[in-house]
């Protein structure tokens, strides 16, 4: 089993910034592709950024350029430094792993529990 634990969020003005952080652990061989989806009130689940273990990005349109992505592969956890923050950012964050889980490379799908982030004056 794989736990993603979250940490960072909270209420920021706009304008400010943060930084998120997420840590898999448990019984896994490695951890392939890991990203960063949230979702707003009364909206589906989107992507906000993902990175390979290789360090490849990608950022949805909404974030380029204010959001940057990062991990830490020995530590098999993400970031996310967020920027120039606008309340539209305000949503819950969750962090999503795909991990192989043995040595067959099977490979499954992990999520977070969620942190919320508010952008408010």
């Known amino acids: 089993q794989v736990q993603l634990v979250e940490s960072g969020g909270g209420l920021v003005q706009p304008g400010g910034s943060l930084g998120l952080s997420c840590a898999a652990s448990?019984?896994?061989?490695?951890?392939?592709?890991m990203a960063w989806y949230r979702q707003a009130p009364g909206k589906r689940r989107e992507l906000v950024a993902s990175?390979?273990?290789?360090?490849?990005?990608i950022y949805a349109d909404s974030v380029q350029g204010r959001f940057t992505i990062s991990r830490d592969n020995a530590k098999n956890t993400v970031y996310l430094q967020i920027n120039s923050l606008k309340p539209e950012d305000t949503a819950v964050y969750y962090c999503?792993?795909?991990?192989?889980?043995?040595?067959?490379?099977?490979?499954?799908?992990?999520w977070g529990q969620g942190t919320q982030l508010t952008v408010s004056s």
């Open positions: 990175i390979t273990s290789g360090g490849s990005t």
């Open positions: 448990g019984s896994f061989f490695s951890v392939n592709a």
């Open positions: 999503y792993a795909e991990a192989v889980i043995n040595r067959w490379g099977n490979n499954y799908d992990y």
